[in-house]
């Protein structure tokens, strides 16, 4: 079925700014001047864009469709108060005024276009210490969640650690890293963004390069991360132990946090210093202990003393650095300890068929 924005008006000024926001949003536009739309196009279109001069025609009665949601009244002359008039009239859903409303337009016709999506389960990762196992973490849980057939976006959001792309063995696959959203503001088209990513092992993956860039806007954080959400499925982010504003950011967006911590003193000491910078910032936090060689702190004693919910024990997986060696990524091992545990979290996580229709 078409998912073209349908635009009707004769004023080529007018219609040449409709153009332009319908291909910024990535939404194709179907032009109709002269007759009313048949019925079938006017329902079939996702939203409906009616220049003031054809509202100013008024057309007689029955030449005009029936009444639906998704019209707009787009006029220019905010002093025109007859325009609502206008608008009562066709029974559109509101009027807007360029360029006034355009940034408003500019997000309505990406919602249009991109479906009523659920948001994406979003999911952060970060270690309680350095060399705690987060990336590992995040890698295998994007990985795991594309294998179940999930839309999964990775996002790595340390710009110190050596970028994921190199984890997943996909430093040559072509596509943007973060510098070329770095002055990323305001709406980004989901679909668009989802499209122009590398995908190693089926993960839309956003990393880092190595041109020297180790810094972030909060805007450019927010458009990314809004616009990977908006797609639907998993989004995982691999995030720093220090956060600066980007990261609060991304902090302040997760469905879940899952703070990585091996089960012994030191690490804990220094997981309480990123629970304090951090857990205010994330809805719900839980702990993720790792168990070298299947000792140290229990799991729920480790969660007790940090204060926070325990998502699970993790045991150290033989082979994991070979298989980095070889170019296998985190949790492409169904069988292996870490896939199990990713499977079993993500089930736990996303919702059920039922919940989600």
């Known amino acids: 079925m078409s998912r073209s924005i349908l635009i009707l008006t004769e004023d080529e000024a007018l219609l040449d700014d409709l153009l332009r926001l ?3 949003a990535g939404a194709e536009a179907e032009v109709l001047p002269g007759a ?3 019925a079938e196009r006017w329902a079939r279109a996702p939203l409906v864009l009616v220049g003031d001069d054809r509202a100013a025609a008024r057309p007689a009665p029955g030449q005009w469709p029936g009444r639906r949601p998704g019209v707009l009244l787009v006029g220019r002359d905010l002093d025109d108060h007859t325009v609502w008039e206008r608008g009562v009239a066709l ?14 337009l500019a997000d309505r016709i990406a919602d249009a276009v991109e479906g009523p ?17 987060a990336s590992t973490l995040a890698c295998a849980l994007a990985v795991r969640a594309a294998r179940q057939g999930r839309r999964t976006t990775l ?29 990323a503001q305001g709406r980004l088209s989901a679909a668009a963004l989802d499209e122009s990513l590398p995908r190693p092992h089926g993960v839309s993956l956003l990393s880092w390069d190595r041109s020297g860039l180790v810094r972030l806007p909060a805007d450019a954080m927010r ?14 982010l691999d995030l720093p132990r220090a956060a600066d504003d980007a990261v609060s950011e991304a902090l302040a967006w997760l469905d879940l946090g899952l703070l990585v911590v091996p ?9 309480r210093q990123v629970v304090g910078a951090a857990g205010s910032q994330v809805r719900d936090l839980r702990v993720v202990t790792r168990m070298p060689g299947g000792r140290g702190l229990a799991g729920a004693e480790l969660a007790r003393l940090l204060g926070l919910p325990l998502a699970g024990e993790l045991p150290e997986e033989p082979g994991l650095p070979a298989a980095a ?13 870490l896939a199990r545990f990713c499977d079993a979290l993500l089930e736990r996580a996303l919702p059920t068929p039922e919940a989600a229709a």
């Open 91 to 104: 029974g559109v859903e509101q009027v807007i005024h360029l360029p006034d409303d355009e940034p408003w």
């Open 22 to 24: 319908c291909a910024a």
């Open 117 to 133: 999506e659920r948001p994406a389960l979003t999911v952060g990762v970060l270690g309680g210490c350095g060399g705690a196992g």
């Open 155 to 183: 996002i790595d959001a340390d710009p110190l650690g050596g970028g994921l792309d190199v984890l997943l063995g996909g430093e040559r696959e072509p596509g943007p890293r973060w510098p070329a959203f770095a002055c």
């Open 223 to 236: 458009s990314v991360l809004t616009a990977a959400r908006r797609g639907g499925g998993v989004v995982v």
């Open 36 to 38: 009313p739309p048949d």
């Open 263 to 271: 089960g012994e003193l030191r690490p804990l000491a220094a997981a």
């Open 325 to 337: 060696e070889r170019g296998d990524p985190p949790g492409r091992d169904s069988g292996g300890v």
